[in-house]
């Protein structure tokens, strides 16, 4: 767990302000230039999410605000992917969505779905970009393609790099537990994931380790990578990044994991209750795995299936007030059973027992089954093939 040695910021220190303060940064303003340049800057961006979006709305600004700095900003983003149900609905990227929402914003922005090195190629030669940059895109961009552009690339990473190199940082930060994190803007390196050049980096940047959630520390993080990506920009770092590489020494190197479905499993015998609400507050579910006794009447036989678990609402840590309320039964609780309190029958909980301590979870979802609260499970135990009291 890192340890921040001191808290940064206050509630009269809002996390803009002082980023504006200790970067030099004049705030929220449109940045003006009174540096005269030879030709405007053909810009593609490339993006996908939310946290790419507010990097990409600064962007925009900036342009509208010095058309001489700025001429052209194409989006460049994945393509749309099946999802649902048959994989019957198109989905495109949050990004796509974002410039499809306005009308005059979307007749502005070119938008290209490239996915092979040569279609970024003959992008570049149709569009003649002068620099790329890459926020959260999920995939690297072609050496033929970075090369092929008068600056290279920039791109905007939430961590205090060089540590939480990789593809998911902020997922790191908080199943960590750390206390701190922070973003940095780099060039682009023509290989490797962020290996480049680190030209801005902002403050140690606070978590609260017992409520931040992946979407609270995104929105905290997005705006600050957005503003420190245009002072880049607007002080042209990118032309000469070593004169401008800002020193990095203080963080050690580490690398993140890629984000699967495996990554919100949990296991109720090894698992602490922290460990359980970090990934809660960052998946936004967990599962676990159980056996399920699935009854044939017709063949009068019984069949063993392991399913999944889904935990969905309302998981909290509730081991001071269970051990209150229910002392004997607290104690005589094996680690990975279960009760389900339905004192409340409006507000219904299924208590797990960890190896440290207890946690409930409001809605509960079995596979093959839509999510029920806990009042409801309790009433269809047998029918969706529980038969024990241990869900390990």
């Known amino acids: 767990m890192l340890k921040s040695p001191t808290l940064l910021l206050t509630p009269a220190q809002p996390l803009l302000r002082l980023l504006l303060r200790t970067t030099g ?14 030709e405007a800057l ?15 709305k600064a962007l925009l600004a900036y342009q509208q605000a010095n058309p001489d700095r700025v001429s052209t900003v194409d989006l460049i983003t994945r393509q749309p992917k099946p999802k649902g149900r048959g994989r019957a609905t198109i989905e495109r990227t949050a990004i796509q969505q974002y410039t499809e929402a ?12 490239p996915e ?20 959260s895109y999920g995939r690297l961009i072609p050496e ?21 190199r990789g593809a998911a940082p902020l997922h790191a930060a908080l199943l960590n537990r750390d206390t701190y994190t922070g973003v940095s803007v780099q060039t682009l390196h023509p290989t490797k994931f962020d290996h480049g ?3 801005f980096q902002t403050p140690e940047i606070p978590i609260d380790t017992n409520a931040e959630t992946l979407q609270s520390l995104t929105a905290k993080l997005a705006p600050l990578g957005a503003e420190g990506l245009i002072h880049v920009l607007d002080q042209e770092y990118y032309k000469n990044p070593s004169a401008h590489a800002v020193d990095t020494t203080k963080y050690k190197k580490s690398y993140t994991k890629k984000v699967t479905t495996e990554s919100r499993k949990v296991n ?14 960052v998946f936004g579910s967990v599962y676990l795995l159980h056996d399920f006794v699935i009854r044939n009447k017709k063949k009068r036989s019984e069949e063993t299936v392991n399913k999944r678990v889904q935990l969905e609402d309302g ?20 680690i990975g059973e279960y009760y389900l309190d339905t004192t409340d029958k409006a507000n219904s909980y299924l208590v797990f027992k960890l190896v440290d301590g207890f946690v409930a979870a409001k809605s509960i979802k079995m596979e093959t089954y839509s999510a029920c609260d806990a009042q409801q499970l309790s009433l269809s135990l047998k029918k969706r093939g529980i038969v024990k009291q241990l869900l390990i």
């Open 315 to 334: 998981l909290e840590d509730v081991t001071a007030a269970f051990s209150a309320q229910h002392p004997d039964l607290a104690q005589s609780m094996a």
């Open 268 to 281: 109720l015998v090894a698992d602490s209750v922290e460990t359980v609400l970090a990934k809660y507050r």
């Open 42 to 56: 053909k810009v593609a961006f490339c993006g996908s999410d939310g946290f790419s979006t507010e990097s990409f």
């Open 116 to 135: 092979s090195d040569a279609e970024f190629s003959d992008l570049q030669r149709q569009r003649a970009y002068d620099i790329v940059i890459a926020v």
């Open 102 to 113: 306005d009308a005059a914003r979307s007749a502005a922005v070119a938008c290209f779905t």
């Open 197 to 199: 050049v680190v030209l």
């Open 144 to 164: 033929a393609f970075l090369a092929s552009l008068r600056y290279g690339g920039l791109n905007v990473h939430p961590s205090l790099l060089p540590r939480y």
């Open 25 to 38: 940064l004049s705030g929220t303003r449109a940045f003006h230039s009174s540096r005269a340049r030879a």
